[in-house]
């Protein structure tokens, strides 16, 4: 084999196992401490207002809040605890937090009962 079929089988060598060490790496690396942070789903929903909740459901990675009053929600407190996307459509609130969004639904309707 000459220089020239060495290098070809190399460079395919590589193009196949840096992508494959690039996953492992990604995979077994120690999550930061914005994603060790956990969302405590108490300030979430005191930032609505218990009593202001009328249901809580969860869709597409997304808490769906539905309110009796919007102006009651103080939005800035929940960016302040985590909320990466807020978007309001009427009374529903929709949020997205970086981290488990499903555990922080969980909680959240915990907290509330299953009354929402």
Do not use: C
Not at 28 to 49: C, H, L, W, Y
Not at 89 to 106: S, V
């Amino acid at each position: 084999m000459e220089l020239v079929d060495w290098i070809q089988i190399i460079a395919v060598a590589l193009l196949f196992l840096v992508p494959i060490i690039y996953i492992i790496v990604r995979i077994k690396r120690p999550k930061t401490s914005k994603e060790e942070a956990s969302i405590d789903a108490s300030q979430i929903v005191e930032a609505f207002g218990k009593d202001n909740i009328t249901r809580v459901t969860f869709v597409r990675n997304k808490l769906n809040v539905v309110v009796r009053d919007n102006r009651r929600v103080d939005h800035d407190a929940l960016k302040a605890h985590g909320a990466i996307g807020i978007n309001i459509i009427g009374d529903t609130i929709k949020l997205y937090f970086e981290g488990d969004n499903e555990a922080i639904y969980q909680n959240v309707k915990h907290i509330m009962g299953e009354t929402v």
